[in-house]
């Protein structure tokens, strides 16, 4: 069985090049366009890994992150912050709100392929 990943990013492009790279990498996708979506496709159904942003209008990565968690069906789905941000205050957010781990925009597709595969065990 495939993994389902829900990727969440307000930048068009951006889902566009997470969605191409797992896609190809044997992953099903779904994408959001901001914490809110992301929220309510998740609690339509059930995904392996989320990959978010931080910085999005309506609701950004961070109270996504809270908000799922509160979540019973999702409290240990692995979330990847896919970001500009660097700061090291808002990676230890990001962690205490339950991140799993982070990359920095501008990324290499391998790179969350990798990381994916890592977090995932497949």
Known sequence: MTAKILTVD?????RLTTRVALS???YTVTEAVDGKDG???LQAGT???IVTDLNMPI???LTMIR???KLPAHTGVPVIFLTTES??????????AGATGWLTKPFDPESLVKIARKVLGR
């Open 24 to 26: 190809n990498a044997g």
């Open 87 to 96: 700061d090291g205050d808002i990676k230890a957010q990001a962690k205490a």
């Open 67 to 69: 908000e799922l968690r």
């Open 10 to 14: 307000d930048s068009a492009s951006i």
């Open 59 to 61: 609701m950004d990565g």
């Open 47 to 49: 995904y392996d890994l």
């Open 39 to 41: 929220l309510t496709k």
